[in-house]
């Protein structure tokens, strides 16, 4: 198989994977107790204003109709090109497009993700190579001591930790939220303050959400490094055994050389294979790290809209959720088939 | 002639001699003499050379001072200008109050919709009513005159008259009068079809307002469908405040974040404006109140802070770490009570208390056994132990509740000391009677709610649970649900006791009292002779009328136990030990229109 017919396969497998997963939300949220019309109305309410309710959210329909509308939505193009986001429906607790709820959270989520994959990637693999060329000395169980317990440690506890050291003990940083509220965010280009602070020229609110960015990212990065270095050490000492590396240190190429450029190479995959799935894992909202620093993303989003029994917006989130890890699957997936030819055979 | 000639030869040689050596010496001092000339002149031009040297050295010099002396201005410059930010910055501090929170306004601040804490909050800030409560106030009935400089009712409390105050405007230049006044409720009322979840439609404006009539530019007279005493109650709650008819279609409901409108100063006639107010996911994430410069009450220079900022945060611990380490000026709502009487002790800030008026109670769903008989009813109200929840869950921070109404408000009463507290010996008796025993124990589902609608519920129920397990004759068994879930079980009408809580929307006794029958709750629970004391009530503004009407309601309650009182919350705020103006009264309400940052 060609690496085009690979890629088409994979893309075409991703749509009944999705169709599955918003199925199997659709259903799951409906057999739930509670209702979100009578949840609407907190108070009181005739029977013919929650009938009436009912119809304008379209909960009157038939369910198989309830799905097929929401499918109809989904692919709606001329919607998505209007708005820029999918049409998910309307929440059933705000009336607000859930699309747009959900993709005005989503740059925080992003910027969080980003920047806590940046420092894990770094620590990860910097100390898994580390500890893997120093095998079993000292640095190594230190390393690996390190590893266990910044993979156990729950990442509220360490959050709380940093937001007392260096939030109410030394008051370096903030302790939680975007951007110091004195300072105007800057104008919305990628909704992401660092870059349009730099896109902006205003190099005054790029420090300041660099500030507010780096106790939460330090946080989140340092529990996931946990990760990556037990994954790096193991595969690179793993290649480290093979022949190819005896054979490169045999022609007397330098340590470095052969442990970067020719160890590090080959044991990268799987862990790009980690990095890819936890990054699509964090997009979909790091809960607990946005709730310990009060950072409003998609992770805080969905636990709100769960409280409320807000169908449309669960739904939504799910079915956006899905398709990060999804499309993020499909990148590892084929960069793995571009790399590594024996895997479209 | 050979003398004279060899004298002659001799002499010519002396001469040739004399001559050459002149000539020689001559030759030798003007060789000299250009050497030295030479000399002079590299001397010269060393001398030359040099000063020139000196020369540079010294503008090297004094461009070295200068440029010392312009570092030395500059860094004089740059400390000045340090300073005058500092200043800037501790005036732009004064000016700016910036408050965390962990609430968020639930759905829009349309007054004919909005109907959550938050929400009304903020409202009050931006918009006007007729009457407001004192703030301070110890009864919540002490009201001062706002947009409504003085009003009086009919003799049966249905109709009643408010004159305006003349000379407000929005800040669009449109004059407030008593068309906007009308138009403000009619809009309400008309709209309570569209929002049956919205607060006129919880107060059932339409039900008690019969019309609004305009008497004069300045006179509004709202003509009720029956008498009603706490009527200043209703007109001071933010779901009567005055909205701007260009900016609050009658046809239309909204005011949502992002809406213009709920960008725009021109809406009300309040102490602030909403300059910012944006959302992400249904969530605030930022909310900025301005000053609003036509605000009508500029007597005591209010507001006295410029700028209101809110900080929204994920829950009472962030909280609590912003407000330690002065990310924020103020922490208002909520920071736990363990928290709370941690940060006494903390001289970074200060700690405000106040009476609280948010109330909790258990129900009993009456329309079958075991809870159809008021005995069973009885008997498991006098085994609750609201001191050991108060003490061990609330710390303190709340006191137990005997009456429906609380401590302080019209009408309060210990009735429900009558059945005690832990008092076993009854609860035993009156079981016993039901025909239940140590052997038979009246075994029954008690429900809380577990998504933290209410504090410490699950805390609670453990504490309600030991103290009816320790009757002896009773077997509890908890169970939880979401809030979602949980008012849907109310509904559904499937749970047999169930804590719920309940928070005023006008503090007077009257919205209250209806909670022992209301039918929202769901308990199945009616008795005409409560009702027919509670309408006698809001008739008449007689306090000690009043006093034995909800008396007597209470008396009845106690005997029939449909709801039973558990526990009133107290009310508490933390900031920076600089702020000032803060009134934490039985209302609630936070006017942050008197608060200020000090020295």
């Known amino acids: 198989m060609g690496l085009r017919s690979y890629v088409i396969t994979r893309i075409l497998l991703t749509i009944p994977t999705l169709l599955l997963l918003l199925s199997m939300v659709f259903l799951v949220m409906r057999v739930l107790p509670g209702d979100p019309v009578e949840l609407h109305f907190e108070k009181k309410a005739t029977p013919e204003q929650m009938e009436r309710m009912r119809h304008l959210l379209g909960l009157d329909k038939p369910l198989w109709i309830q799905y097929i509308d929401y499918l109809g939505g989904l692919v709606d193009i001329r919607y998505l090109l209007e708005h820029g986001y999918p049409n998910l429906g309307k929440s059933m607790q705000t009336f607000e497009e859930v699309g747009g709820q959900i993709f005005s ?4 989520t992003l910027e969080l993700a980003t920047y806590s994959m940046i420092i894990a990637s770094i620590i990860g693999i910097l100390l898994g190579v580390v500890s893997s060329e120093s095998y079993n000395s000292v640095l190594d169980h230190v390393i690996r001591g390190f590893g266990t317990v910044t993979y156990a440690i729950p990442v509220f506890f360490l959050g709380i930790i940093f937001q007392l050291v260096f939030g ?6 903030p302790t939680g939220l975007r951007l110091n509220p004195v300072i105007e965010p800057p104008a919305s ?13 205003n190099i005054i609110k790029f420090f300041e959400s660099s500030k507010a960015l780096l106790l939460p990212c330090l946080t989140l990065g340092i529990i996931l490094s ?47 294979t980690m990095m890819g799935l936890q990054f699509a894992i964090l997009l979909g909202g790091a809960i607990l790290t946005e709730t310990t620093f009060s950072w409003p993303g998609l992770g805080r989003y969905i636990v709100q809209r769960i409280n409320f029994r807000d169908y449309t917006a669960i739904q939504g989130a799910v079915v956006v959720f899905g398709l990060f890890v999804t499309l993020v699957s499909l990148v590892v997936d084929i960069l793995y088939a571009y790399f590594d030819p024996r895997i479209r055979l | 002639m050979e003398k004279i000639e060899l004298t002659i030869i001799v002499l010519v040689l002396i001469g040739i001699i004399v001559s050459s050596s002149t000539m020689y010496y001559t030759a030798t001092v003007v060789g000299n003499l250009s050497t030295l000339t030479s000399d002079v002149t590299t001397l010269t031009e060393s001398v030359a050379n040099l000063t020139s040297t000196l020369r540079d050295l010294t503008t090297i010099t004094g461009l070295m001072a200068e440029t010392l002396g312009q570092y030395n201005e500059t860094l004089a410059a740059l400390q000045d200008r340090l300073t005058e930010i500092e200043k800037m910055l501790a005036a732009k501090t004064k000016e700016t109050l910036i408050v965390g929170t962990t609430d968020s306004v639930e759905k829009t601040l349309d007054p004919a919709q909005a109907y959550d804490y938050f929400g009304w909050c903020i409202l009050q800030n931006i918009a006007g009513t007729l009457v407001s409560v004192k703030p301070g106030s110890e009864t919540g009935a002490d009201f001062l005159p706002e947009l409504a400089v003085s009003w009086n009712a009919s003799e049966d409390f249905d109709v009643w008259d408010f004159n305006l105050r003349q000379g407000v405007t929005f800040a669009d230049g449109t004059e407030f009068n008593a068309t906007h006044v009308k138009y403000s409720f009619d809009r309400a009322i008309a709209l309570i079809d569209d929002i049956p979840e919205g607060a006129p439609a919880g107060l059932e404006y339409d039900k008690l307002i019969n019309s609004t009539e305009v008497l004069a530019n300045y006179t509004v007279r709202f003509n009720l469908n029956h008498a009603f005493s706490p009527f200043l109650g209703i007109v001071s709650c933010r779901a009567s405040a005055i909205v701007n008819p260009t900016y609050a279609p009658i046809e239309e409901v909204g005011y949502h974040a992002g809406d213009s409108r709920a960008s725009t100063p021109v809406a009300f006639v309040g102490p602030y404006y909403l300059t910012t107010w944006a959302r992400v996911g249904g969530r605030d994430i930022e909310i900025r109140l301005d000053k609003n410069p036509y605000y009508w009450n500029t007597t005591g220079e209010y507001p006295k ?54 109330i909790q109670y258990l129900c009993f769903q009456t329309k079958r056994a075991p809870f159809d008989d008021p005995k069973v009813r009885r008997a498991v109200a006098a ?24 401590p302080g408000m019209l009408g309060h009463t210990e009735e429900f000391q009558k059945l005690g507290d832990a008092n076993y010996a009854l609860t035993q008796s009156l079981l016993a009677e039901a025909g239940y025993d140590e052997s038979n124990k009246l075994t029954f589902e008690l429900w809380y709610e577990s998504s933290g609608h209410y504090p410490s519920s699950a805390d609670q129920a453990i504490v309600y649970k030991a103290a009816l397990e320790a009757s002896g004759v009773i077997a509890v068994t908890l169970k ?8 849907q079980n109310r509904d559904d009408e499937i749970m047999d006791a169930y804590v719920y809580g309940w928070y005023p929307d006008y503090v007077d006794p009257d919205d209250y009292v209806f909670l022992y029958w209301a039918s929202w709750i769901h308990t199945n629970y009616h008795n005409a002779t409560q009702e027919a004391l509670y309408d006698q009530a809001r008739a008449t503004t007689n306090t000690t009328l009043r006093e034995e009407l909800y008396a007597q309601i209470d008396e009845i309650a106690a005997e029939q136990c449909s709801v039973v009182p558990l526990y009133v919350s107290s009310a508490w705020a933390v900031t920076d030990p600089r702020v000032y103006g803060i009134y934490l009264d039985i209302t609630q309400d936070m006017r942050y229109w008197l608060i200020y940052i000090g020295e």
């Open chain 1, 105 to 108: 959270a989503f740059p925080a």
């Open chain 1, 226 to 272: 946990g990760m990556f270095i037990r994954m790096t050490r193991t595969n690179m000492l793993e290649t480290l055994r093979l022949d190819f590396i005896a054979a490169a240190r045999a022609r007397g190429l330098k340590e470095t050389t052969v442990t970067y450029s020719y160890a590090l190479r080959n044991a990268f995959l799987p862990v790009l």
């Open chain 2, 383 to 406: 085994a609750l132990d609201r001191s050991a929840v108060c003490d061990t869950v609330f710390l303190n921070l709340s006191q137990p509740l005997y009456s429906i109404i609380p």
């Open chain 1, 189 to 201: 280009i990628t909704g992401l303050y660092t870059i349009d602070s730099l896109l902006e020229g």
């Open chain 2, 305 to 358: 802070t410029k700028t209101i900022i809110f900080r929204f945060y994920s829950g009472p611990s962030t909280l609590r770490l912003a407000v330690e380490a002065g990310d924020i000026d103020m922490a208002f709502r909520h920071i736990s009570p363990t928290d709370v009487l941690d940060l006494e002790d903390n001289p970074s800030v200060k700690v405000w208390w106040g009476a609280g008026a948010f």
């Open chain 1, 168 to 173: 109410v003990y030394l008051h370096w940083l």
């Open chain 2, 480 to 487: 939880s649900a979401d809030w979602a879930s949980y008012k």
